[in-house]
């Protein structure tokens, strides 16, 4: 395995688990309002979200050029950058979390990029 397929696993296994662990983190401190459907449909988003990136990352790390590995690392890393731009609208009184989100979509594209040019 190259450095570049290193750094791929590495960042959708690390991604996918944060995503896991910090919606588990307010669901348990009951932290997230699941009375409100559109917080269930961003929630389910969210777990689809970490399922396809720890898929990636993993397959990245079984065969890193494979053609299902590289669609399954698109496919996580397209979901966390539409995450990344779709979330902010729920923050809106967290500025913190708004400028993290846009700190993830832009490292998550650079990511993306650094893939395909290392193809």
């Known amino acids: 395995m190259e450095r570049c397929d290193w750094i791929v696993g590495l960042y959708c296994i690390g991604c996918g688990a944060g995503l896991v662990v910090y919606w588990t983190a307010l669901l348990a401190a009951r932290k ?67 400028v993290g989100l846009w700190f993830l979509l832009a490292l998550t594209l650079a990511v993306f990029v650094y893939r395909v040019a290392t193809l």
């Open 32 to 98: 997230v309002q699941l009375d409100q459907a559109v917080m269930r449909y961003h929630l389910g988003a969210e777990f689809t979200a970490a399922a396809a990136l720890l898929a990636g990352g993993i397959a990245t790390f079984v065969s890193a050029r494979a053609p299902g590995t590289l669609v399954t690392v698109g496919l996580g890393l397209g979901l966390l950058a539409y995450a990344a731009i779709q979330s902010p609208a729920l923050y809106p009184e967290q500025r913190q979390i708004r």
